[in-house]
Every structure is written in structure tokens, then in C-alpha cells.
């Protein structure tokens, strides 16, 4: 697999697991519905059940990674899947009811009743087994992975001690535990056992690791730089690791002229007026209480920087109390006594950003991108931070890579981090990962624990 998409290579235990309940789910309600009513249904319905009971389940957090087995996490998954269950069937019923009532009400049509009676049954007895052999799967599956992240490789840093230490803070940072071990300098390659390493992690630019790489590739291991390491496995590139610039824009592509950008647009205008319709009465609500907190504004705005540099206005959820900055922009900090109470609710969930929704309609913004950053502030982080204006190749997003990994920023190391994702973003910009990203964007707004701020 190419490291141009490593993102997918790392999830290769979440595709799996979601390929498993898709599959579980077609099969088990087609060949249900085949043996109980003598024909087939219809695939859009068998596809749809499929594609809601994985959504579900991402969200829920059923296809992580489980590090620890014990009787906890066993009970916590089982719970889990007790839940998309009751909520599969819930929906169902809505539908089939929905549906029979507007079939009694057109034709008066009576018998539609047992049929679809019978199809409810049908459907709770189905996604019972589904529920019971997708636990058992995932089960298996956190098994399996657990022996596997036990294993004794490690990777082999080449370079010197503090380029080993900085390499080691950047996982810190992902909270991820990889098996790094520093070379010894007066430790000869040819010493070291090839079937404990898995790969080598090159630190230093420089004629002198020539020998080294020639003689580990040799071997037939992988050999990579720490730049492309962090790329492969931390899905980021941390601006000090950048030697060049062609380094980040090796793989930009024309992006003005891109099919990707296109379909891009298209899906940012779609989704963006269903999900304006879909939380107008959310919407409606944050309004009300936003009002009746402190009778103040229910909206904000503020000039950010847009795609190329240019100036855009967007409108937010008022989140703090009014008149918040009126001492001059200044970062947003933990247990800052400006939010508001409901500010507090609605800015871990991310609700203050619906009102941008009609900028994405509007061409300013997209779904997802990099965040637009306010001008005054953005001076001086390019001055103190290199390539960060290479985020506004892009147009910013509501939602973004950074956001998704990354908590609430406050200050200018936090920035530095939050680049590392934008600039891994833009280098592997794709359909795919757009919806990954609103995936994660979606869980973190069902269980606001990603907009924590860092300790």
C-alpha cells in the first residue's frame, strides 16, 4: 500500500470491522426476507439498514481499537450493541408506520397491515442475531489486534538524541504508543536483529546515513525519514520536520483546476442545506436560550482570513458574554469566564458553528478544511510559525483535520500542532477523507470530549 494514503492503511482494522457488519447485515435481512415472504427486498433498503447501523456504530465508538480486554470493555461493547439495536428498530418502525398510513390514507387499503406487521418481526428477529454475531466479531477482532499491538518490533531511530526526543514528544501528542528505540552510536548494523525491527526511521539529512540506508534497505525493511514517519503514523507533518518547501508541496495538486475540488463543492452544498434543515430546530432552541441567558445578541460575527488571503466574514452562536473581546483579540483559554453557560454546551459540541453552514453555500467556506484564523492574530503567527500560510491554499472549513485530532488551541504551540494536521490535510485531500472527517466531526458532537482543552 502507497503511503499517499496512509490514513487508510492505519485504519485498516476499522475498514475491516465495518465491511463485516455491512456484510452481516445484507446478508442476514436478504436471505430473511427471501425465506419468509418468497422474495427478494429491496436492495436500497438492505443498503440503507447497512450503511445506519455502521454510522451507528463508528459513533458509538465500536470499532476502536480495544487495548485492554477485561470484563468492562466487554460489557461496555455489548451495551453498545444493545443500543444500535433498540435504535435500528425504532427507526424501522417509524418507517413502516409513516408508510402504512400514508398507503391507508391514498388507497384504504387494509391488508398493508399484517404484511408490514410481518416485517417488523422479521426485521427485530434479524438484527437480534446481527447484534449478537457483530458483537462476537468485534470481540474476535479486539483480540486478534491486541496481540498484534503487544508484539516486540520496534522502530529503529537513526539520528541523534535530541531529533530522537522531539520525535518522541510528537507521539506524546497523538497520545499513541509506538516502540521507538535510539541507535547507539558505536552500535554497527550488521549487530542487530532484522526480524525485531519494523523499519527505520532516518533523523538526519545528511550524506553521512547513506551507508546505513543502502544496508537496512538491503534487508528489505522500510526505510523513511522522520518527516514521512509522522505522515505515515501520526497523519501529520510537523512544520520543523519540513527541511524545503518542496517537501509540503510535492504532492499539492493543481487544486483550482482539480476534479476533487469539484465534487468537493458539490457535496458541501448538498449536505450543507440538508443539515440546515435537519437542525433548524436545534437551531431554534440554542437561539432561545442564548437569549434568555443573558438578553444579549444570539449571533457574532468576525472577519477571518479566506481562501488566498482574502477576508471573509462569519457568524457564530454567540458563545460568550457580549462585548467578549473588547479589549482587543486575545486566545481563547480553560475555564475562560466569558463563555457563557450555554456557550460552554454549545461550543464543546461544536453547535456554534451552524450559522456557517450559509457561508459554505455561499462559496466562502467549505465542510471541511482548515479553520480560518482572525488577521490580527494570523500576523503574527506567520512571523513566528513557518508555512502556516500555506493553510489558505484551501478554502477553511467548518469543520477540519486538526479539529477532529486536536482540541481547542491556546496558544502558539498548540497552533504549531494544529498546522502539523492542516498541512497533512492538504497533502491527502480526498473524498474519503472529507468523510472520515465528518464522521469524527459527528461523534465528537454526540460525545463533546474531543474540544477538551490540553492540561
Same mark, same amino acid.
Given at each position: 500500500?502507497?503511503?499517499?494514503?496512509?490514513?487508510?492503511?492505519?485504519?485498516?482494522?476499522?475498514?475491516?470491522?465495518?465491511?463485516?457488519?455491512?456484510?452481516?447485515?445484507?446478508?442476514?435481512?436478504?436471505?430473511?426476507?427471501?425465506?419468509?415472504?418468497?422474495?427478494?427486498?429491496?436492495?436500497?433498503?438492505?443498503?440503507?439498514?447497512?450503511?445506519?447501523?455502521?454510522?451507528?456504530?463508528?459513533?458509538?465508538?465500536?470499532?476502536?481499537?480495544?487495548?485492554?480486554?477485561? =470484563?468492562?470493555? $466487554? &460489557?461496555? !461493547?455489548?451495551?453498545?450493541?444493545?443500543?444500535?439495536?433498540?435504535?435500528?428498530? *425504532?427507526? %424501522? @418502525?417509524?418507517?413502516?408506520?409513516?408508510?402504512?398510513? =400514508?398507503?391507508? $390514507? &391514498?388507497? !384504504?387499503?387494509?391488508?398493508?397491515?399484517?404484511?408490514?406487521?410481518?416485517?417488523? *418481526?422479521? %426485521? @427485530?428477529?434479524?438484527?437480534?442475531?446481527?447484534?449478537? =454475531?457483530?458483537?462476537?466479531?468485534?470481540?474476535?477482532l479486539s483480540i486478534i489486534t491486541n496481540k498484534i499491538y503487544h508484539n516486540k518490533k520496534y522502530w529503529l531511530f537513526c539520528g541523534t538524541k535530541d531529533g530522537?526526543?522531539?520525535?518522541?514528544?510528537?507521539?506524546?501528542?497523538?497520545?499513541?504508543?509506538?516502540?521507538?528505540?535510539?541507535?547507539?552510536?558505536?552500535?554497527?548494523?550488521?549487530?542487530?536483529?532484522?526480524?525485531?525491527?519494523?523499519?527505520?526511521i532516518i533523523g538526519d539529512n545528511d550524506n553521512n546515513n547513506l551507508d546505513q540506508i543502502f544496508f537496512f534497505k538491503s534487508k528489505g525493511l522500510t526505510v523513511?525519514?522522520?518527516?514521512?514517519?509522522?505522515?505515515?503514523?501520526?497523519?501529520?507533518?510537523?512544520?520543523?520536520?519540513?527541511?524545503?518547501?518542496?517537501?509540503?508541496?510535492?504532492?499539492?495538486?493543481?487544486?483550482?483546476?482539480?476534479?476533487?475540488?469539484?465534487?468537493?463543492?458539490?457535496?458541501?452544498?448538498?449536505?450543507?442545506?440538508?443539515?440546515?434543515?435537519?437542525?433548524?430546530?436545534?437551531?431554534?432552541?440554542?437561539?432561545?436560550?442564548?437569549?434568555?441567558?443573558?438578553?444579549?445578541?444570539?449571533?457574532?460575527?468576525?472577519?477571518?482570513?479566506?481562501?488566498?488571503?482574502?477576508?471573509?466574514?462569519?457568524?457564530?452562536?454567540?458563545?460568550?458574554?457580549?462585548?467578549?473581546?473588547?479589549?482587543?483579540?486575545?486566545?481563547?483559554?480553560?475555564?475562560?469566564?466569558?463563555?457563557?453557560?450555554?456557550?460552554?454546551?454549545?461550543?464543546?459540541?461544536?453547535?456554534?458553528?451552524?450559522?456557517?453552514?450559509?457561508?459554505?453555500i455561499q462559496g466562502k467556506m467549505s465542510l471541511i478544511g482548515p479553520r480560518p484564523e482572525r488577521p490580527e492574530i494570523e500576523s503574527k503567527l506567520l512571523q513566528?510559525?513557518?508555512?502556516?500560510?500555506?493553510?489558505?491554499?484551501?478554502?477553511?472549513?467548518?469543520?477540519?483535520?486538526?479539529?477532529?485530532?486536536?482540541?481547542?488551541?491556546?496558544?502558539?504551540?498548540?497552533?504549531?500542532?494544529?498546522?502539523?494536521?492542516?498541512?497533512?490535510?492538504?497533502?491527502?485531500?480526498?473524498?474519503?477523507?472529507?468523510?472520515?472527517?465528518?464522521?469524527?466531526?459527528?461523534?465528537?458532537?454526540?460525545?463533546?470530549?474531543?474540544?477538551?482543552?490540553?492540561?
Open positions: 500500500m502507497k503511503l499517499s494514503i496512509p490514513w487508510i492503511v492505519s485504519r485498516r482494522r476499522v475498514l475491516f470491522a465495518i465491511s463485516i457488519d455491512m456484510l452481516l447485515n445484507i446478508y442476514f435481512y436478504s436471505v430473511g426476507y427471501l425465506d419468509k415472504f418468497r422474495t427478494t427486498p429491496n436492495p436500497i433498503v438492505a443498503f440503507s439498514i447497512g450503511i445506519f447501523w455502521v454510522i451507528s456504530s463508528y459513533i458509538l465508538g465500536r470499532y476502536m481499537v480495544c487495548r485492554n480486554i477485561n =470484563i468492562f470493555e $466487554i &460489557i461496555k !461493547n455489548l451495551i453498545k450493541s444493545t443500543l444500535i439495536f433498540v435504535l435500528c428498530n *425504532l427507526i %424501522f @418502525l417509524f418507517i413502516n408506520f409513516s408508510n402504512q398510513f =400514508i398507503i391507508f $390514507i &391514498i388507497n !384504504n387499503e387494509y391488508s398493508i397491515f399484517q404484511f408490514q406487521r410481518e416485517e417488523t *418481526l422479521l %426485521f @427485530l428477529r434479524l438484527t437480534f442475531i446481527i447484534s449478537i =454475531i457483530s458483537w462476537l466479531v468485534q470481540y474476535l530522537f526526543i522531539s520525535l518522541k514528544k510528537e507521539v506524546d501528542i497523538n497520545n499513541k504508543k509506538f516502540n521507538l528505540k535510539l541507535k547507539d552510536l558505536d552500535q554497527n548494523e550488521k549487530n542487530l536483529d532484522i526480524n525485531e525491527l519494523e523499519g527505520i523513511i525519514n522522520s518527516l514521512k514517519w509522522c505522515e505515515l503514523m501520526l497523519h501529520r507533518m510537523p512544520p520543523y520536520l519540513i527541511i524545503n518547501k518542496y517537501q509540503i508541496i510535492e504532492n499539492f495538486n493543481l487544486l483550482d483546476n482539480s476534479y476533487k475540488i469539484r465534487i468537493k463543492r458539490i457535496g458541501d452544498i448538498f449536505i450543507s442545506l440538508l443539515l440546515i434543515l435537519l437542525t433548524l430546530p436545534i437551531s431554534f432552541l440554542i437561539s432561545i436560550f442564548i437569549y434568555f441567558e443573558d438578553r444579549g445578541p444570539i449571533l457574532y460575527s468576525q472577519v477571518r482570513t479566506g481562501y488566498k488571503g482574502e477576508k471573509i466574514r462569519i457568524y457564530k452562536f454567540r458563545s460568550m458574554i457580549n462585548n467578549a473581546e473588547k479589549f482587543g483579540a486575545q486566545w481563547s483559554k480553560k475555564e475562560d469566564e466569558r463563555i457563557t453557560k450555554v456557550g460552554k454546551i454549545i461550543r464543546s459540541t461544536r453547535l456554534d458553528e451552524l450559522p456557517q453552514l450559509f457561508s459554505v513566528t510559525i513557518p508555512y502556516y500560510k500555506y493553510r489558505n491554499i484551501l478554502k477553511p472549513g467548518i469543520s477540519g483535520w486538526a479539529q477532529v485530532n486536536y482540541p481547542y488551541g491556546s496558544c502558539i504551540e498548540d497552533t504549531k500542532n494544529k498546522l502539523s494536521y492542516d498541512i497533512y490535510y492538504i497533502n491527502h485531500i480526498s473524498l474519503f477523507l472529507d468523510m472520515l472527517i465528518l464522521f469524527k466531526t459527528m461523534k465528537t458532537v454526540f460525545t463533546a470530549k474531543l474540544n477538551r482543552q490540553i492540561k
